[in-house]
């Protein structure tokens, strides 16, 4: 403001404006000091956020400049996991690329959230297949093109060392996925895939071309983990997995079918396969709206499922008499390491039973993410969420 005393008319043109502030110049000294902010010793776990890095330095991203830094960082210290998020990598420097993609030869765990990668970046990971020891890459929110995803399939095939892969919300659809699902297929390694929020050419997905692919995979008998969530599957589309979930030479452990639509029948096709084969350690149908029959099927089947561990029903419209069922169930089959049912119904039988088994120690509070207090107006007990 201006220096005249009180009272003037503000005009804001004669008030003298503050200089901006310089940015700091970005070194490969600076990150190295942000590296060891987040970072243990011996500081091998590399991150970088491009909304952070905006934020501490004062100014924009650039794509070729503040890149190479981050290239050369990586060059000079091997890391065991990078994590980066939300950059644009441009084509415009080819060496830039190249060594860029030498840089995560020698990293185990690769995590390329949001980002946006040329073709060539791809090309010239499947060039490097056989000398990177990659044993997780996550792609997670980074689109992949058709080209991307033949390449992507064709290293895959290539490398020996992965072990899980993540192309959750990469614009997949039913027909490119079908790529990444052979190469998984044929490769020497994958054994745990992450494919959320596939998407349909159409309105909707063609969700019985999908379980076909899935149960050709399946029957391989490799993968012990798969996660489909957000994927518009039904209850027919879980007949394959749950043939395969029967088999008691199967070799899979965690199952992630979150937000889809299987509904009570393909709770009842997953629970049957489950109880027979008895090897499924992790069960997660939260948003599937399987309803009270769901909600039975499940009462009815549990008991049977002895590796079980963790079984997810979230928000599935359950209501209180087959939640009570669910829970008397409990008292048979006490292994269970985690039980989520909150978003579900239930009235003070359902609290009366959670508070024997909680008291009794049947059940650890740790071990359920729903609790049980005496509410004074209803003079009963109710069920409440435990986090």
Not at 63 to 77: E, G, S, T
Not at 219 to 224: A, T
Not at 345 to 362: G, K, N, Q, T, Y
Request: charged letters at 25%; glycine letters at 4%.
């Amino acid at each position: 403001m201006c220096d005249v005393i009180l009272p003037c008319e503000y005009n804001p043109k004669e008030c003298p404006s503050t200089s901006p502030e310089k940015s700091r110049l970005f070194t490969i000294l600076l990150l190295y000091c942000w590296q060891n902010e987040y970072d243990k010793r011996p500081y091998q776990q590399f991150q970088f956020k491009k909304l952070e890095f905006e934020d501490r330095i004062g100014r924009k991203y650039h794509c070729i400049r503040d890149f190479r830094v981050i290239v050369n960082y990586l060059l000079q210290r091997h890391q065991l996991a990078v994590k980066i998020t939300g950059l644009v990598v441009s084509n415009w420097d080819a060496r830039l690329l190249k060594d860029f993609a030498r840089s995560l030869i020698p990293v185990w765990y690769i995590e390329l959230t949001l980002m946006r990668f040329p073709h060539e970046f791809f090309v010239m990971m499947r060039l490097n297949a056989l000398k990177m020891d990659v044993s997780q890459l996550s792609l997670e929110g980074t689109p992949l093109t058709d080209d991307d995803v033949r390449i992507l399939r064709e290293f895959l095939m290539v490398n020996t060392t992965l072990r899980l892969l993540n192309v959750s919300s990469c614009n997949l659809t039913q027909y490119n996925f079908a790529l990444i699902a052979d190469g998984v297929h044929k490769s020497a390694g994958v054994r745990r895939l992450y494919a959320d929020r596939l998407l349909g050419l159409s309105l909707s997905l063609d969700t019985e071309k999908l379980a076909s692919v899935l149960g050709s995979l399946l029957m391989q008998n490799r993968l012990w983990s798969l996660s489909l969530e957000h994927c518009e599957l039904t209850a027919q589309d879980m007949l394959p997995i749950a043939e395969y979930l029967s088999l008691t030479t199967s070799n899979f452990r965690r199952l992630r079918l979150a937000c889809n639509k299987i509904g009570p029948d393909g709770a009842l096709f997953l629970l049957r396969g489950i109880s027979i084969g008895k090897r499924l350690e992790l069960l997660d149908i939260s948003y599937n709206s399987i309803g009270t029959h769901g909600g039975e099927w499940v009462a009815m089947y549990l008991s049977s499922c002895l590796k079980l561990q963790h079984l997810h029903l979230n928000y599935n419209d359950i209501q209180p008499e087959a939640m009570n069922l669910i829970l008397v169930t409990l008292k048979k089959c006490c292994w269970l390491e985690r039980l989520e049912l909150y978003g579900n119904h239930f009235d003070s039988r359902s609290a009366m039973i959670l508070r024997r088994l909680l008291d009794a120690e049947v059940l650890r509070h740790a071990e359920v993410d729903i609790s049980y207090t005496y509410d004074e107006a209803l003079q009963d007990y109710r069920v409440v969420p435990w986090r």
